[in-house]
């Protein structure tokens, strides 16, 4: 069936999966049948998109920090704040147990994950600031791709699939050939980092990549000119590369107010940017850039989120959407002791599309 | 502050710009006094009494240090690891407090009422005592006024703060300026504490009797709390000038540069322990930006390794140097942060139930005082409120915090919250 044509000023919520806690990652799989949502829990979640049906596997011991699934097959990774990543099927029943595992990627927390556009590698990086490639097969150790100076937050792979970059927190963006493995030079996203006198750590870092489908951009967000170490309260910004120049040609703002990070970001085939940003006990949005443009061009409002995602049909957007539980926000609270609860999520899913009308029915 | 105890006090701001500089300018002036053997402290030979409090302004995370409670709702991402004592557990991020869990004590069960920053940090720093129509005074000068300087040499209240120093009389509260706090503004000493060489003693000595003839005359005209603050500040630069190798960073090994840490918080509190060993009665070193409302496990990661190293390293160097048993360290904030996780993946503020650390001066060792939820959100039991922390703290410093009282226009004021008590649990 023919793809109803993109229309990004039609994009609305079509479908929406809500979870009792924080999700903060989550990806459609290469069927599209699926999504898979990692968050502050020790479970993998997953959810099939037409029967909502769910289900869930239990292998890593804390939060998940990160998930990516294998362009080429049914293989699905997670990696966790410890350093664990495991290769699920993830056509499997719940409960399944991993068919293999890494018990030491990193030192702390595997904060990124990307497999090659075969199949054959997957990628992770994360606290110790090495780019690791691993056999996707098996998850043998294949290369440490080393470089970065400090935390490594994001990977993407280019979509010709000869070059990974990898993002760091102090706005480092190195270029890896694949499968040379050799460094092949840096773009600068340094303003994505905010280091000042009266800080007592370095805030920001390049939170998210994405490279639009002809390759020849290549977008990194994260927040700029952060104002404290503590509310970490910054402008959110995306910046996109030339990429066979290797120099910044635009930069990219939210419209509403917001103070965090744009953690999730995308382009859409027509090359449109996709991004979406945070902002503390209040309401930011989803926004759509011409890449040249530093203004969105169209934006849906909704709460913070902290990744998006692109369907393969190409029509739909996967957001992990924060909901309050309504407890949120500062104590005391001991008279809402009862009431206390989590804060929870909703995945929600946007049709990039104008909706088609259903005929009358037949009098 | 201390203005509405005072009407007469002059609140120009030229003259508190005046103070300052001539703090500056005619503490260079006041030359050497007496040859004290820097080498052994009065206090420590008089086992005097002292106390370190490191306070860490904006609220550390119970869950990321003292109380992660792994596998419940609200625990985060980090590893829960063991201590030196059994069935213990901190978080990672303070792996070299957990080894010297043995020598301190943890209070799980804080439950305390002011959810805001700016009425927090008085409350807690004043004991929030019961309201008298007084403005009590801060923790610091409140040892200075009860116990005095426990060297006469030596301010009684040194104050090491990124930024600004000078001296801070409104901590002193009701207790009059005298018992203010000389901050050192990013650990530096006050300035001009060498006689210029230029100036003779014997000038010097005129100097300061022209100063203090004109400082009679100006407080004849006004009140007495900017003036005794001014003289305070001179007396304090002249002590300090007798005493300036206490200052002298040379005598720290790089050993112990290395131990504590590069960073503010280490150097700083490394520079408390010299302060210490020197006879300072009261030190508090305070760190600044721990609200982590925005991205509080990436900012933990990174700001709890920051206490953690130089605390611990500070409670082993008392300890060998036989001074744990006389000197209190304080670990503490003007709350918690919250169970739950907000939309910008940072923590709130939590008076509820949180978590600080004592050690020494007769504080139990090894022990874990408190009962939460299984969640850690919520006080199970006995909590305790900051007025129970200033009668435990008075009462291992010596003072008898139910009796003591302070005496302020001839009122009588309690020096701790009266419906508070001393937390038994945590006294040997």
């Not at chain 2, 426990?150 to 009701?174: C, T, V």
């Amino acid at each position: 069936m023919k793809a109803p044509p993109l229309d990004i000023r039609k994009a609305r919520v079509s479908a929406e999966f809500k979870h009792p806690s924080q999700l903060f990652r989550a990806k459609f799989s290469p069927c599209g049948k699926t999504i898979a949502a990692i968050g502050v829990d020790t479970a993998v979640h997953l959810w099939n998109i037409e029967d909502k049906t769910e289900k869930s596997f239990q292998a890593h011991k804390t939060w998940v920090s990160s998930i990516c699934f294998s362009p080429a097959g049914n293989e699905l990774y997670t990696a966790d704040y410890h350093g664990v990543i495991h290769c699920w099927n993830y056509l499997a029943r719940t409960g399944s147990k991993p068919r293999w595992s890494i018990p030491a990627a990193d030192r702390n927390n595997v904060r990124a994950l990307a497999v090659s556009g075969n199949g054959k590698f997957l990628f992770s990086a994360g606290d110790e600031g090495v780019v690791r490639t691993w056999d996707a097969a098996n998850g043998k150790l294949l290369k440490e791709l080393k470089g970065h100076t400090e935390c490594i937050f994001s990977l993407a792979v280019h979509p010709d699939g000869e070059a990974l970059v990898s993002g760091d927190l102090l706005g480092s963006i190195r270029r890896w050939e694949i499968p040379s493995w050799e460094e092949a030079g840096e773009l600068d996203a340094r303003v994505l980092h905010t280091r000042k006198d009266n800080f007592i750590a370095d805030v920001g870092g390049v939170r998210s990549l994405a490279f639009s489908p002809d390759g020849k951009l290549l977008a990194a967000g994260g927040f700029r000119d952060a104002k404290s170490n503590a509310f970490c309260p910054g402008t959110p910004a995306v910046l996109v590369f030339d990429w066979s120049k290797g120099t910044s040609r635009s930069e990219l703002r939210l419209k509403a107010k917001s103070d965090g990070p744009i953690n999730g970001l995308c382009f859409l085939e027509d090359s449109t940017l996709a991004g979406y940003g945070e902002h503390l006990h209040s309401a930011t949005e989803l926004s759509f850039w011409d890449p040249a443009k530093q203004a969105p061009v169209h934006s849906l409002s909704g709460q913070s989120a902290y990744d998006l995602d692109l369907h393969p049909d190409g029509r739909r957007l996967l957001a992990p959407v924060y909901v309050s539980g309504g407890t949120s926000g500062n104590g005391a609270r001991k008279r809402h002791r009862e009431k206390y609860s989590p804060n929870e999520t909703v995945l929600r899913i946007y049709d990039l599309f104008a909706e088609t009308k259903k005929p009358e029915p037949v009098k | 502050m201390a203005a509405q105890n005072n009407p007469q006090t002059c609140l120009d701001p030229v003259h508190e710009m005046s103070r300052r500089r001539v703090l500056g300018v005619l503490g260079g002036l006041a030359g050497f006094g007496s040859l004290l053997n820097p080498s052994v402290s009065r206090a420590l030979e008089k086992k005097e009494k002292q106390v370190c409090l490191i306070w860490l302004d904006g609220g550390i995370s119970q869950y990321e240090s003292w109380h992660p409670r792994p596998g419940t709702r609200f625990a985060g991402p980090f590893r829960s690891i063991p201590t030196r004592v059994p069935g213990v557990h901190f978080s990672e991020l303070m792996q070299h407090t957990a080894r010297i869990a043995d020598k301190i004590s943890v209070i799980r069960t804080m439950e305390t009422k002011d959810p805001n920053h700016s009425t927090g940090v008085p409350r807690i720093q004043r004991g929030d005592p019961i309201d008298r129509g007084v403005l009590y005074p801060y923790l610091g000068s409140a040892v200075s006024k009860l116990l005095g300087p426990a060297d006469p040499a030596l301010p009684p209240y040194i104050w090491i703060k990124p930024g600004n120093g000078g001296f801070i009389h409104r901590e002193a509260g009701f207790l009059g300026a005298r018992h203010g706090a000389l901050a050192l503004g990013d650990g530096r000493p006050p300035v001009h504490i060498h006689r210029p060489s230029g100036i003779s003693a014997e000038n010097d000595t005129a100097r300061n009797a022209l100063r203090k003839k004109a400082n009679e005359r100006f407080r004849a005209n006004r009140g007495a709390a900017e003036i005794d603050a001014y003289e305070t500040s001179y007396e304090m630069a002249e002590r300090l000038m007798a005493r300036k190798e206490i200052f002298d960073e040379s005598t720290l090994s790089q050993k112990d540069k290395e131990r504590y840490g590069s960073h503010p918080l280490g150097r700083h509190i490394l520079q408390a322990r010299q302060l210490l060993e020197a006879g300072v009665r009261f030190i508090k070193v305070n760190s600044y930006h721990w609200d982590t409302h925005g991205d509080n496990f990436n900012m933990s990661q990174r700001l709890v390794p920051q206490v953690d190293r130089p605390f611990a390293a500070l409670v082993e160097d008392l300890d060998e140097r036989g001074m744990l048993d006389n000197v209190l360290v304080v670990v503490m904030s003007e709350f918690g942060r919250t169970p739950n996780v907000n939309s910008r993946m940072g923590r709130d503020h939590w008076p509820d139930c949180w978590s600080l650390a004592l050690a020494g001066c007769g504080i139990r060792q090894g022990a874990i005082i408190g009962e939460t939820a299984k969640d850690g959100a919520w006080v199970d039991g006995t909590g305790y409120d900051i007025g129970d922390l200033f009668h435990t703290i008075f009462t291992v410093l010596g003072i008898d915090s139910k009796r003591a009282r302070y005496e302020h226009k001839g009122q009588k004021l309690a020096i701790a919250h009266d419906k508070c008590k001393s937390i038994r649990e945590v006294m040997l």
